[in-house]
T-cell receptor
Framework: SQELEQSPQSLIVQEGKNLTINCTSS?????LYWYKQKYGEGLIFLMM?????EEKSHEKITAKLDEKKQQSSLHITASQPSHAGIYLC??????????FGTGTKLQVIP | EAGVAQSPRYKIIEKRQSVAFWCNPI?????LYWYQQILGQGPKLLIQ????????DSQLPKDRFSAERLKGVDSTLKIQPAKLEDSAVYLC?????????????FGDGTRLSIL
């Protein structure tokens, strides 16, 4: 079974709509990363959450960490075509080892 | 700041042939990672280097995969002989240190197709 489960697996939204992607861990969350990947490219670092209850924002993307639920959520406000891609959460382990989820594919329709 | 450089971008080989990938990390980054990303999945760590020493290679199929980082800077990953299931994108990443608050920075990857 996967250490990290992401939901939904894929998402199609109309431009301007809000959306949320969830990442649930089967292990204790000491830290969690969010990355974005466009087809044929590497992963782009979005943000890192280290403490329970922590919330970070970058432009129109907000991520939260719920340590008790072993869960993180990524919320995009007023989605744009530039937000399209695959969003990956990564579980932080020792020595900066990161275990990634399977990803959520986001399409934004103009 | 220059990003992580990888080459080649694409490679097509037949099964049982050998192939090598090259990675040059961001200048000053002590930690280097190689990941395998199969279509539709998240990246899976193959090997992690701290300078020129191996920190974790538990998921590297050592009967066919090898990697080195001789001078603690750039690195090569080799597959010999290749199998059909090795078709994937091979990603290289680097980070400033091995501590948990440093994000990894990724190259664009090498897309490997095995015929």
């Amino acid at each position: 079974s996967q250490e990290l489960e992401q939901s939904p697996q894929s998402l199609i939204v109309q431009e301007g709509k809000n959306l949320t992607i969830n990442c649930t861990s089967s292990k204790t969350l000491y830290g969690l990363y969010w990355y974005k990947q466009k087809y044929g490219e590497g992963l782009i670092f979005l943000m890192m959450l280290q403490k329970g209850g922590e919330e970070k924002s970058h432009e129109k993307i907000t991520a939260k960490l719920d340590e008790k639920k072993q869960q993180s959520s990524l919320h995009i406000t007023a989605s744009q075509p530039s937000h399209a891609g695959i969003y990956l959460c990564g579980l932080s382990g020792g020595y900066q080892k990161v275990t990634f989820g399977t990803g959520t594919k986001l399409q934004v329709i103009p | 700041e220059a990003g992580v450089a990888q080459s080649p971008r694409y490679k097509i080989i037949e099964k049982r042939q050998s192939v090598a990938f090259w990675c040059n990390p961001i200048s000053g980054h002590a930690t280097l990672y190689w990941y395998q990303q199969i279509l539709g999945q998240g990246p899976k760590l193959l090997i992690q280097f701290q300078n020129n020493g191996v920190v974790d290679d538990s998921q590297l199929p050592k009967d066919r995969f090898s990697a080195e980082r001789l001078k603690g800077v750039d690195s090569t990953l080799k597959i010999q002989p290749a199998k059909l299931e090795d078709s994937a994108v091979y990603l290289c990443a680097s980070s400033l240190s091995g501590t948990d608050n440093q994000p990894q920075h990724f190259g664009d990857g090498t897309r490997l197709s095995i015929l």
